[in-house]
């Protein structure tokens, strides 16, 4: 399990915390894992959710992690060295929303539990260099996929080459953010007088086209237009229905899918793909309730705060 210690500014305090894999005993409960069975963690990340699969299906069953961050992948072909040897774990650098191809491919059957963990890791805002987070000076990439394999699109094009109206559209649905207008207007009027190219360039204009009480708020005011950058360039809100339609369509019956998600645009595409799918009588909602985590597990990991888990069994 991931024990380390990190640094996260906010709001001008320096909080030390223990980073875990966020609803780890709840999805552990539901997944219920048992010796031999077959499972799927779809953003494998940092590996947390998945060593304690893995831990579980021992010594016959197998997980299959897929990240589309090569260096996710990089790093645990080393940190789960003695699963891959052991034939306990298949790893794969590709999007889950090729979910279907994948399985294909790799042959295999029975799949007893699908895990979905969406959106970045600790690694992407501490030390993937891409831009991520607004608490550090990079480049706008944004891209979990590396780029130069994918010439995709980086955060640094939209900000330089949108219209204002597309600009305004990806906050106003993908951040939720209030000020779309205004931060959309400065952010295109800034763009044509310089190319914006940093994180700190971005989060600057930013604070400059929100109202001083927004900009002074704890929560900065550039949280909402970096996560809708970030689905924007990922075409995440895509990834997810696509990915889930193909879960849907591998899984065993009985075999069951989690999903966690960290903000009310993820949640509600996944609560309406599990109720359409409840109506089709294809899925049946576990926890009608959504999880989310204990007052206890925020305390430990700030992190986990918007975390919100959705399960549901194949039938
Ligand atoms: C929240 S982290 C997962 C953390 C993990 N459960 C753990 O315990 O360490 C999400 C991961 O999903 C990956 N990711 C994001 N979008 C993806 C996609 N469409 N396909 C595959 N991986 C994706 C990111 O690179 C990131 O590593």
């Known amino acids: 399990m991931r024990q380390v210690i990190f640094h996260v500014t906010c709001c001008m305090l320096h909080v030390t915390m223990l980073h875990k894999p966020v609803l780890l005993k709840e999805v552990?409960?539901?997944?219920?894992?048992?010796?031999?069975?077959?499972?799927?963690?779809?953003?494998?990340?940092?590996?947390?959710?998945?060593?304690?699969?893995?831990?579980?299906?021992?010594?016959?069953?197998?997980?299959?992690?897929?990240?589309?961050?090569?260096?996710?992948?990089?790093?645990?072909?080393?940190?789960?060295?003695?699963?891959l040897k052991s034939d306990n774990l298949i790893l794969i650098n590709d999007n889950y929303k090729n979910l279907e191809n994948i399985i294909k491919q790799y042959n295999i059957h029975k799949i007893s539990g699908i895990l979905f963990d969406l959106g970045f890791s600790r690694y992407h805002i501490e030390d993937s260099g891409k831009g991520f987070s607004f608490q550090k000076n990079e480049p706008l990439i944004m891209r979990y996929e590396n780029s130069e394999e994918s010439n995709g699109m980086t955060a640094a094009e939209i900000v330089n080459t949108w219209p204002e109206e597309k600009l305004e559209k990806i906050l106003k649905e993908y951040g939720e953010e209030k000020f779309f207008r205004q931060?959309?207007?400065?952010?295109?009027?800034?763009?044509?007088?310089?190319?914006?190219?940093?994180?700190?360039?971005?989060?600057?204009?930013?604070?400059n086209a929100v109202p001083f009480w927004y900009a002074k708020r704890k929560i900065n005011p550039a949280t909402k237009t970096f996560q809708a950058l970030r689905i924007a360039v990922n075409d995440e809100f895509e990834n997810i229905r696509t990915g889930l339609s193909a879960a849907v369509k591998i899984i065993a019956n009985g075999g069951k899918i989690a999903v966690i998600t960290f903000?009310?645009?993820?949640?509600?595409?996944?609560?309406?793909?599990?109720?359409?799918?409840q109506t089709e009588k294809i899925l049946k909602i576990i926890n009608k309730k959504v999880i989310k985590p204990s007052y206890t597990e925020i305390r430990e990991n700030l992190s986990a705060r918007s975390a919100k888990l959705r399960t549901a069994v194949r039938i």
């Open 263 to 277: 903000h009310s645009g993820e949640d509600r595409i996944v609560k309406n793909f599990l109720k359409e799918k």
């Open 183 to 207: 931060i959309a207007k400065k952010i295109y009027e800034e763009s044509k007088k310089n190319p914006i190219k940093t994180t700190f360039d971005l989060a600057g204009i930013i604070r």
């Open 28 to 83: 552990i409960e539901i997944l219920n894992p048992q010796s031999g069975e077959n499972f799927i963690d779809t953003t494998i990340g940092d590996g947390g959710h998945a060593q304690e699969i893995i831990e579980k299906i021992k010594p016959n069953g197998k997980l299959i992690g897929i990240d589309w961050d090569r260096e996710q992948i990089s790093k645990l072909k080393i940190k789960f060295s003695e699963y």
